[in-house]
């Protein structure tokens, strides 16, 4: 069984750039999550996405968004990079029958300079 | 979802079993209490849940009060490996988020 990989583990961008973030859920999950993880702060809920549509998000703007590919795999995005972008993304996936149980990958590492 | 409150950081000895505490005061009858860890440098790993009843698992109990008013997460014999900042969340049923607080910082001591 495979687990949650995300990629790329670590990068840097500056200022105004866009970024990237790709996500392959685990074997035979069918909901995508993401969350933001400042340093020293617990995760924030991003948003989720279920069968390719948003499902759900949280207090970010519109500058944030995402996708979900029919086979399960997600991307999110990033306009405009702030300084305060620079955080820990995690993406996790879940069974729509057990929205409370996450797998989460190891994350993406992104310094905003 | 109801707040939780957790200690900000504990210690424990390896060997014995680690009593990790959780208030949630304002919890409702449709919210289940979660459980989860995460090592420095990974991702948050799932440990247990439980609404009402005690929950038992290969990593750790869950006990739950009567009124549901707090929960004791029970790791038996504490590892060095079980060093992490532990998160409990409440989370409504039907809702599609974990609303993860600061956590309690848990070091296991040889």
């Known amino acids: 069984e495979t687990g949650v990989t995300q990629s790329p583990t670590h990068l840097i961008k500056t200022r105004g750039q866009q970024v990237t973030l790709r996500c392959s859920s685990q074997?035979?999950?069918?909901?995508v999550s993401w969350y933001q993880q400042a340093l020293g702060q617990g995760p924030q809920f991003i948003f989720q996405?279920?069968?390719?549509?948003?499902?759900g998000r949280g207090n970010f703007p519109p500058r944030f968004s995402g996708l979900q590919f029919p086979n399960y795999s997600s991307e999110l995005n990033v306009n405009a990079l702030e300084l305060d972008d620079s955080a820990l993304y995690l993406c996790?996936?879940?069974?729509?029958?057990?929205?409370?149980?996450?797998?989460f990958g190891e994350g993406s590492r992104l310094t905003v300079l | 979802d109801a707040k939780t409150t957790q200690p900000t950081s504990m210690d424990c000895a390896e060997g014995r079993a680690a009593n990790l505490p959780c208030n949630h005061s304002?919890?409702?009858?449709?919210?289940?209490v979660y459980w989860y860890r995460q090592i420095h440098s990974q991702g948050p790993q799932y440990i247990i849940h439980?609404?009402?009843n005690n929950e038992t698992n290969e990593m750790a109990s869950l006990i739950i009060t009567e009124d549901r008013k707090s929960s004791t997460l029970i790791l038996p014999h504490a590892t060095l490996r079980d060093t992490a900042v532990y998160y409990c969340?409440?989370?409504?049923?039907?809702?599609?988020?974990?609303?993860f607080g600061k956590g309690n910082q848990v070091v296991v001591i040889p």
């Open positions: 996790a996936s879940s069974l729509a029958s057990s929205p409370g149980e996450l797998f």
């Open positions: 074997s035979g999950h069918n909901t």
């Open positions: 996405y279920y069968r390719e549509e948003e499902n």
């Open positions: 304002t919890i409702s009858g449709n919210e289940y």
């Open positions: 439980g609404l009402k």
């Open positions: 969340i409440v989370r409504v049923d039907g809702n599609n988020r974990l609303a």
